[in-house]
């Protein structure tokens, strides 16, 4: 039988490691998005890493060495539709492109495991979950330093809580803004995992104090039914 004389333990155990190793890495990277709420979150990433995985281990036993660079051609670019799926526009702002991009590395994770670069997986993986946590907090610092006074930015205040109550988290955004006097523009709201709802305030272009915005989201975290809070600021283009 075709199976029996091409079944080889060494092959095997040579996948097994591989997939193991892809699975646990992209657990790891798909376990902080998952923490964040992202669209992509655990079960994804896991899959996207032992997928790519797959196709190059798969890759590497039937042709050798160049079989797998020209699967991973494929795997990039198959990637590449994937994460066009979780990038969402409204208006003027795009959502989702994170996201995108750190399913890409988690397929270039599980690539690596795959062509038996244990080693590089695993730095890989600490370096996308360095740029997703680590990163964050210098993003917050940058968005709240001063612009001269020719940029133009705009302003979103942004809150998450039970889709169920998503009118009620309108209104009490809304009512707080306007007890704040900010002057908002437009409202939206975006579905998350696990029935929670994001909704987000974009605020008319105007002088605003990043101190008065803090008070306003602090004032927004108090209240029982939102679950959390924040505002951030984008530059024109």
């Known amino acids: 039988m075709p199976f029996l004389a ?12 591989s ?8 657990t790891l990277i798909g376990a902080e998005r ?9 079960r994804t990433n896991v899959l996207v890493a032992i997928g790519a995985c797959q196709f190059i281990d798969l890759a590497m036993h039937l ?6 660079v020209r699967v991973i051609a494929y795997v990039v670019s198959g990637i590449g539709f994937l994460g066009a799926g979780v990038i969402m526009k409204d208006g003027a ?7 995108a991009a750190t399913l890409w590395c988690s397929a270039a994770v599980g690539a690596c495991a795959g062509a038996d670069l244990v080693a590089q997986a695993v730095l890989l993986t600490v370096f996308v979950l360095a740029g997703n946590t680590l990163l964050r907090p210098l993003v917050r610092i ?10 133009e930015a705009s302003y979103q205040v942004i809150v998450i809580g039970q889709l169920a109550k998503t009118a009620h988290l309108q209104a009490q955004l809304y009512a707080e803004l306007e007890k704040a006097s900010f002057p908002v523009a ?3 709201d975006q579905l998350r995992p696990h029935d929670m709802v994001q909704i987000t305030a974009q605020l ?4 605003v104090s990043a101190k008065e915005l803090d008070a306003l989201v602090a004032d927004l975290r108090r209240l029982p039914e939102i679950f959390s809070a924040h505002w951030a600021r984008s530059g024109a283009d």
């Open 63 to 68: 042709s050798g060495p160049e079989g797998a």
């Open 93 to 99: 702002n795009i959502s989702g492109l994170n996201t």
């Open 19 to 26: 997939l193991v190793v892809a699975f646990v890495l992209g």
């Open 34 to 42: 998952q923490y964040r709420q992202r669209m992509a979150g655990l």
């Open 6 to 17: 091409s079944f080889q333990i060494a092959e095997l155990s040579s996948t097994l490691i």
């Open 186 to 188: 437009a409202i939206d």
């Open 142 to 151: 940058m968005e709240r330093l001063p612009q001269g006074e020719e940029s």
């Open 204 to 207: 008319v272009s105007t002088v």
